[in-house]
Structures are given as C-alpha cells and as structure tokens.
C-alpha cells in the first residue's frame, strides 16, 4: 500500500514507462505495484484541470464517463456517448485520457492484454 507521500500528487510520470500501463491494465483494481501507485496518486490528486472521471449511472452496472469543471462547484460535464458495463473498460478508459492530459502520450483505446 501506498504510504501518504506528501510529494506524490507531483510525481513525474514518464510516457515511456509502458510496464506501468500493462501492470493497470493486467489489474485495473490492483494489488499495483509501488511505482504504479504513486502514478495512480498523481492521478487523481494532483489536481490537472478537467479531469476525467467516472459517473455511476447504475450501481455496479452502468458507468459514465464524465469531467470534472474548471472549478469547484460547477457542472460535471458528462460524455453520454461514453457509457460502459465493464468496470475494467471504464478504469481503462479513464486512465488512458488521464494519462495522454499529463504525458502527451496516447495510449490505444483497446484494453487488451
């Protein structure tokens, strides 16, 4: 487990650690190596504007993909032509638009492995 690292929120992720990708995808809800996690922090905390993120539409069936505002308190904006019933492809989903807005790097939509 992820001890509470102050510096996370800024790790550096470097686009050319693809291991970490395969390891998401293996394991989209872990257990994640050291590495991944603080990528995973980075993530969700670190506070990248228009963030993406998950609406639950059905729970455990349906999920949405949606965005966070600019600010707090504004309107989550929601992707409806985004909708999924596989959590796995939507964790994918999500980590993929996370990871091309702080690296620049597009990763394929697909979530094979």
């Known amino acids: 487990m992820l001890e509470n690292d102050p510096n996370a929120a800024h790790y550096p992720i470097d686009p050319d650690r ?15 190596s050291d590495a991944l996690q603080k990528v995973l922090h980075r993530m969700r905390w670190a506070g990248e504007p228009r963030r993406y993120v998950l609406i639950v539409i059905e729970p455990g ?18 992707l409806a032509d985004h909708v999924f019933t596989d959590p796995a492809d939507a964790e994918w989903e999500v980590f993929r638009r996370r990871w091309q807005a702080i690296t620049g790097r597009v990763l394929p939509a697909e979530r094979t492995v």
């Open 61 to 78: 069936r349906r999920w949405m993909l949606g965005r966070l505002p600019e600010r707090r308190g504004g309107q989550i904006e929601r």
């Open 18 to 32: 693809l291991d970490l990708v395969e390891e998401f995808r293996r394991a989209p809800k872990g257990p994640h």
